[in-house]
């Protein structure tokens, strides 16, 4: 064995340009697969992340059905068996109650369509990341019930200025209609024209007043400690909960535009790397074949002398093997290089890249992740292509007689 893995070392060098080739090939197809799946991902987990931060949270308690079809009738007064258990999961660093509902805002001279959002201030800001939105005034202080916060867009569609009043006039739990002046305390801007046109931020206690709630909410927003306790978490409240009627939701269920998005995106960048694999293993194909032939009249007087067929065929697994080796080592190594230094320096986009990330919801940042799972999968799939090119070239030699072999030219 140790002869022949000599000799297959010698082989790989005795014609050293056509050997670099195939070793740079290698090492090209897994630096480019291993950085742009971790730019890819790690750019995924920073939006999914910031935008769970932003508002969502990283899950929501509701009762089942109300995602499907939202409305003040599915909603739930939270008891003190929901409140342990959420305190005794180590995996959740917060929560926050909330109300959602709709509504019709009017100031003195013009009036435009609402979605409220109804948050407890002292809980969300363990919750979300919203108050630092806050561009002029002031976030909603606890103690001021009927204060609110409305986007930029909404207060110049208003025509109104902070501090002004404003009266909200919605239909209530009980089929009331709700009508209530409340304050604008602050103007938020999320960086989306539309959300931040028609959004209304609300004490919940002022909107359990203006609802008729009498301590009814829609959910409970749910931060965690990190985003991948997010399956076993929900696992867990659903497990607990869905006897009760509720169900613990992700941001794919509270999210669907940004999954689909993310999949779609996803599904191209496979498409890709499958082609950049089928590329290179067509490469490899062809050297290998180059250099089987080539050596046909070599195999050909080994094969005369008593060297079995088996033999040749395992020293050019072993060539093979080599060459693999040496360019997961080389490849690897360099893409981890630039991972951590994308890892460690995000890319901030500008100009026309930047606006095209906004439009998709995205903030216009690139990063990455040193996921283990990335290297992993691009050097299995290198040596799935490196052990499927060296099938033919093993046939051939198989197949090679002695005397062909020598009278080859």
């Given at each position: 064995?140790?002869?022949?893995?000599?000799?297959?070392?010698?082989?790989?060098?005795?014609?050293?340009?056509?050997?670099?080739?195939?070793?740079?090939?290698?090492?090209?197809?897994?630096?480019?697969?291993?950085?742009?799946?971790?730019?890819?991902?790690?750019?995924?987990?920073?939006?999914?992340?910031?935008?769970?931060?932003?508002?969502?949270?990283?899950?929501?308690?509701?009762?089942?059905?109300?995602?499907?079809?939202?409305?003040?009738?599915?909603?739930?007064?939270?008891?003190?068996?929901?409140?342990?258990?959420?305190?005794?999961?180590?995996?959740?660093?917060?929560?926050?109650?909330?109300?959602?509902?709709?509504?019709?805002?009017?100031?003195?001279?013009?009036?435009?369509?609402?979605?409220?959002?109804?948050?407890?201030?002292?809980?969300?800001?363990?919750?979300?990341?919203?108050?630092?939105?806050?561009?002029?005034?002031?976030?909603?202080?606890?103690?001021?019930?009927?204060?609110?916060?409305?986007?930029?867009?909404?207060?110049?569609?208003?025509?109104?200025?902070?501090?002004?009043?404003?009266?909200?006039?919605?239909?209530?739990?009980?089929?009331?209609?709700?009508?209530?002046?409340?304050?604008?305390?602050?103007?938020?801007?999320?960086?989306?024209s539309d959300f931040d046109g028609i959004a209304v931020f609300m004490h919940i206690k002022g909107a359990d007043e203006l609802l008729s709630m009498n301590g009814r909410i829609s959910s409970i927003a749910i931060a965690l400690n990190n985003l991948r306790d997010i399956p076993i978490v929900k696992e867990k409240l659903n497990n607990k909960f869905k006897i009760s009627g509720y169900e613990a939701l992700d941001w794919k269920n509270l999210m669907p535009d940004l999954k689909q998005l993310m999949e779609l995106d996803d599904i191209s960048a496979v498409i890709y790397l499958a082609i950049l694999m089928l590329v290179v293993a067509f490469g490899i194909l062809n050297t290998l074949l180059m250099s089987v032939t080539e050596r046909f009249r070599e195999f050909g007087v080994l094969l005369a002398i008593g060297i079995k067929h088996q033999q040749l065929i395992l020293i050019l697994i072993l060539e093979v093997f080599l060459m693999t080796l040496i360019g997961i080592i080389v490849g690897t190594g360099l893409s981890y290089l630039i991972n951590y230094y994308v890892y460690l320096n995000p890319i901030n986009l500008s100009g026309d890249f930047a606006k095209i990330y906004e439009e998709f919801g995205f903030i216009p940042q690139i990063h990455s992740t040193m996921d283990i799972s990335i290297f992993l999968s691009t050097v299995y799939s290198i040596i799935i292509i490196t052990a499927i090119s060296t099938i033919y070239p093993a046939y051939r030699v198989m197949k090679l007689e002695a005397l062909k072999g020598i009278r080859y030219t």
């Open positions: 064995m140790k002869i022949l893995l000599k000799l297959a070392w010698r082989n790989i060098w005795r014609n050293w340009r056509r050997s670099l080739i195939t070793l740079i090939a290698i090492i090209f197809a897994i630096v480019l697969s291993v950085v742009m799946r971790g730019i890819q991902l790690g750019t995924y987990e920073f939006n999914i992340k910031t935008s769970i931060e932003l508002f969502t949270g990283y899950l929501q308690l509701q009762l089942q059905g109300y995602n499907d079809n939202p409305s003040l009738h599915r909603t739930f007064k939270p008891d003190s068996s929901i409140i342990k258990e959420l305190i005794d999961i180590p995996q959740i660093k917060g929560f926050s109650p909330r109300i959602y509902s709709g509504g019709l805002i009017n100031s003195k001279s013009n009036s435009t369509g609402a979605i409220i959002f109804a948050i407890d201030p002292v809980n969300e800001s363990k919750v979300s990341s919203f108050h630092t939105k806050i561009k002029d005034g002031e976030f909603i202080a606890p103690d001021n019930t009927f204060d609110i916060v409305v986007g930029k867009r909404m207060l110049k569609n208003l025509n109104v200025n902070i501090g002004d009043t404003v009266v909200i006039l919605t239909s209530g739990y009980d089929g009331s209609m709700g009508n209530y002046k409340f304050r604008i305390c602050g103007a938020f801007s999320m960086g989306y």
